[in-house]
């Protein structure tokens, strides 16, 4: 584990991910901590997206 980041971004879900991504653009050390085994928060999905053309049953995180 990096014990020098500038910034810990507590949840790898959508807010998490963009706020670390400007960061690090801008040149910080940035050290994201997800509680969960897969990235995405509230914008991850495993239902197969039934109404969408040409999707088929495709799941996952789409950010």
């Known amino acids: 584990m990096n014990n020098n980041a500038d910034v810990i971004v507590i949840g790898a879900g959508h807010n998490g991910l963009v ?3 400007l960061l690090a653009r801008h040149g910080l050390d940035v050290l994201v901590v997800e509680e969960k ?3 995405g928060g509230a914008c ?3 239902k ?3 109404t969408a053309p040409n999707l088929g049953t495709s799941t996952g995180a789409y950010l």
């Open 19 to 21: 706020s670390a991504l």
């Open 37 to 39: 085994n897969v990235i």
């Open 44 to 46: 991850r999905t495993e």
């Open 48 to 50: 197969p997206f039934q």
